[in-house]
């Protein structure tokens, strides 16, 4: 089965500053993709990035970038010029090319500090 | 069209009853997912519609849950005999048909569950 790990319970980063969040995952497949989900307090999850891992150039959006490594099985998430608005928790996910579900990891919790 | 709803967002109940959960998708959204997350922890999947058609289940859905989707427009989930094991927020999302999906799910706010 395939899992997924995020090792960094809870992050904080300075406003403007850039963060890194962790996340690796175990799997014998070779496509699929990958997503970073942001979940507001209180508010629903929605997409940040996505990845294909057939996909050799890593994904951009805005302000958030991924550094896909699928030999290393490591799908990390870089937020650059950090707002208040990013603090939430992160959520790590993966999914079989032609599969049904979504796999995610533990979550991060970003803070932002002003 | 407003997202994903779920109703109600808040259920206290006490151990032994039973509680009944309402997703409603995106419209034009064939796909319907439940998930069960837990404080702290990321979602878990519990399973999967195509259309009113249930096509996977995850063995965390005990004989005690129930999901249904009738028409292939809103989903229902049931817990009978609530334990307080069962205290979480329920998760419904939904996804469109077609050549286009690449995975992305549309999540509701959540249903959050306690049992007393």
């Known amino acids: 089965a395939q899992t997924v790990t995020q090792s960094q319970p809870e992050m904080s980063v300075q406003e403007a500053e850039t963060v890194t969040l962790s996340c690796t995952y175990d799997t014998s497949e070779s496509d699929y993709y990958l997503f970073w989900y942001k979940q507001p307090p209180s508010r629903q999850m929605i997409l940040v990035i996505r990845?294909?891992?057939?996909?050799?150039q890593n994904a951009t959006e805005n302000r958030f970038s991924v550094n896909f490594q699928k030999a290393a099985k490591s799908f990390s998430l870089k937020i650059s010029d950090s707002q208040l608005g990013d603090a939430a928790m992160y959520f790590c996910a993966y999914r079989r090319e032609y599969g049904n579900k979504l796999v995610f990891g533990a979550g991060t919790i970003l803070r932002v500090k002003s | 069209d407003t997202g994903v709803s779920q109703d109600p967002r808040h259920k206290i109940t006490k151990r032994g009853q039973n509680v009944t959960f309402r997703c409603d998708p995106i419209s034009e959204h064939n796909r319907l997912y439940w998930y069960r997350q837990t404080l702290g922890q990321g979602p878990e999947f519990l399973t999967y519609f195509q259309n009113e058609a249930q096509l996977e289940k995850s063995r965390l859905l005990s004989d005690r849950f129930s999901a249904e989707r009738p028409k292939g427009s809103f989903s229902t989930l049931e817990i009978q005999r609530t334990e307080q094991g069962d205290s979480a927020m329920y998760l419904c999302?939904?996804?469109?048909?077609?050549?286009?999906?690449?995975?992305?799910?549309?999540f509701g706010e959540g249903s959050r569950l306690t049992v007393l």
């Open positions: 999302a939904s996804s469109p048909r077609g050549t286009g999906f690449t995975g992305e799910l549309f």
């Open positions: 990845q294909e891992a057939y996909k050799q």
